[in-house]
């Protein structure tokens, strides 16, 4: 088991090696960017209409769908921050696996197939079916917005950690110019493929993303004889924690307070899937309903087999480099699974050079795929729901709709770049369940009440998504995960932190479906039967879905 532990003078050859080896670094590192840039100036070429620009023209099979959802959904919250969650914390860092694995089961069996069927490009097109258009179109904009910007810190905070890693930059200014160059790039994946480039972009890192878990992991059980026991064991022994290491409660359990934090955490995990703006337009990328069941069951088993991944990945980490030496490269644990490719390459060797590089150009490329699509699908909704429909109620062209969506993403764009600079040092996976809970609170239950329930009327779309959107980001405001915490807040220095949970799903989730419901039934406008019962037709059957 000594093997096991890296010596101090091994992390110093480490760091002298990926110094002596920084130009291979880097080349291998920008092959892989420009390769995901000419897929995505290829596909440009091919971006044509609104529905090539929002929807890929619809043509891709259910197996890409597949390929290019787990692409969107395995983000760096999955590969950095899930690793270095666990490397951490053990089996209360694996609970984010769980989470975010189960939460395709409320999207496959409630949302994916109606969504397809009942909309057209973004999630406004579901609500303005049955209500007034201009109010719950402007809802959908907003609220589409803001839980994309909460996604993107995520990408943006990990982009931050690998970039730094690779070029040696410890400096704030440095990663903070990482963090622009990133938003710089993520604009122009966006403005010149639309949803084509962005599909071929997250299907191709797909690929690359399990091939490298896979890598890895065949390396780290190599590393215990493929004894998964002694591979525990030595993690639980190297973490100084013991067999609390193995056991719940290491991060969640120690008081009441982070017993709830794990059941808030838990619900915004489990039900935000369904409200991502990115996954959902991810549906309408397919020529039909059953197209869009197919994908989500491609999805479902290439993201499981990964999620099983990451148990190796982060307790190899914990194992082989321990959380000591992890944290001094960054607080949050991001950088762990660049550091143990490092390690199983060879420490000091052109081998661990190569496989550094290599995963962390996996990791920048799933960032760049996720960026993008979280960007395309917060422009589409400003172009489609809040320009072409809202301002210019319906009369604009798709020329213009798409040249708002272009501007749309950089703006979107200067946004994540300015926050992204103040949350380079929280763990990705955490600042990815807190866009799960602003999903699960605003969107999923004006979703989930347009497509099942009649009574659902305008005043009670627009209370659920204000109402659910503005307490879960006044909660995270006034959180720890903002200020009040030295080591990971946003702020650090100061403490405005009156609510004492780290995740808001807890409250916010329940309050979005309650003024859902309240607002339905203290309305006077009486609900469409009519309409609903077209809609209801529609989502089930696909009869006249575009």
Excluded: C
């Excluded at 088993?301 to 980490?317: N, R």
Aim: hydrophobic letters at 55%.
């Amino acid at each position: 088991m000594s093997a096991a532990y890296p010596s101090h003078t091994a992390l110093q050859l480490a760091a002298s090696s990926t110094t002596e080896h920084r130009p291979l670094i880097i080349t291998l590192f920008a092959l892989f960017v420009a390769a995901t840039l000419a897929i995505t100036v290829w596909a440009g070429r091919q971006t044509r209409s609104a529905a090539d620009f929002y929807a890929g023209g619809r043509q891709f099979t259910a197996f890409q769908n597949g390929l290019a959802v787990s692409g969107d959904y395995m983000s760096a919250a999955s590969f950095l921050g899930i690793a270095g969650a666990i490397a951490l914390f053990g089996y209360d860092g694996f609970l984010y696996s769980i989470g975010f694995l189960v939460a395709w089961l409320v999207a496959l069996l409630l949302v994916a197939e109606p969504l397809r069927n009942s909309g057209r490009y973004t999630m406004g097109d579901v609500l303005a079916y049955r209500m007034r258009q201009r109010p719950v179109r402007t809802a959908a904009g907003v609220s589409t917005i803001v839980v994309s910007i909460f996604y993107l810190l995520a990408q943006m905070a990990g982009a931050g950690v690998l970039v730094a890693l690779l070029l040696g930059i410890t400096s704030d200014a440095g990663k903070i110019l990482i963090v622009s160059l990133v938003g710089v790039l993520m604009i122009v994946y966006v403005t010149i493929g639309g949803m084509k480039g962005t599909t071929w972009v997250q299907m191709v890192k797909a690929v690359l993303l399990i091939a490298g878990a896979l890598l890895m992991t065949f390396l780290v059980l190599l590393k215990f004889d493929f004894n998964i026991s002694d591979l525990l064991g030595t993690a639980a022994a190297k973490s100084g924690h013991g067999a609390a290491f193995l056991e719940p409660g290491l991060k969640y359990g120690a008081t009441g307070t982070s017993k709830l934090d794990f059941l808030s955490l838990g619900i915004a995990l489990v039900l935000g899937t369904a409200g991502l703006p990115h996954i959902l337009i991810r549906f309408y990328t397919v020529p039909t309903a059953k197209a869009a069941r197919k994908s989500v069951n491609w999805a479902i088993g290439i993201i499981g087999a990964f999620y099983l991944m990451t148990i190796a990945l982060g307790f190899g980490a914990a194992a082989l480099i321990g959380p000591d030496e992890i944290k001094a490269k960054n607080p949050a644990g991001n950088a762990a699974a660049p550091q143990l490719a490092e390690y199983l390459g060879g420490v000091g060797s052109t081998g661990g050079a190569v496989l550094l590089a290599v995963i962390s150009a996996v990791a920048f490329a799933t960032i760049l795929a996720v960026v993008a699509g979280l960007t395309l699908a917060s422009s589409s909704s400003f172009a489609h729901d809040i320009y072409a429909n809202v301002i210019r109620k319906g009369k604009a062209t798709e020329k213009e709709e798409m040249r708002a969506a272009r501007w749309a993403t950089v703006l979107i764009g200067a946004v994540a770049i300015l926050l992204g600079a103040f949350a380079r040092d929280m763990n990705v996976a955490g600042l990815v369940a807190l866009a799960f809970a602003v999903a699960a609170s605003a969107n999923l239950p004006t979703i989930l009440y347009s497509l099942f329930w009649k009574r659902f009327t305008t005043r009670g779309a627009l209370w659920s998504i204000y109402g659910g959107l503005a307490s879960s980001v006044i909660l995270v405001l006034f959180s720890p995960v903002v200020s009040g915490n030295p080591k990971t807040s946003m702020f650090k220095g100061v403490d405005f932190a009156w609510f004492p949970l780290e995740n808001p799903g807890l409250i916010s989730i329940p309050l979005g479906f309650l003024l859902g419901w309240l607002g339905s039934l203290l309305s006077k406008e009486e609900p469409d039967r009519g309409k609903y019962a077209e809609l209801e037709v529609k989502s089930l059957t696909g009869i006249g879905a575009h």
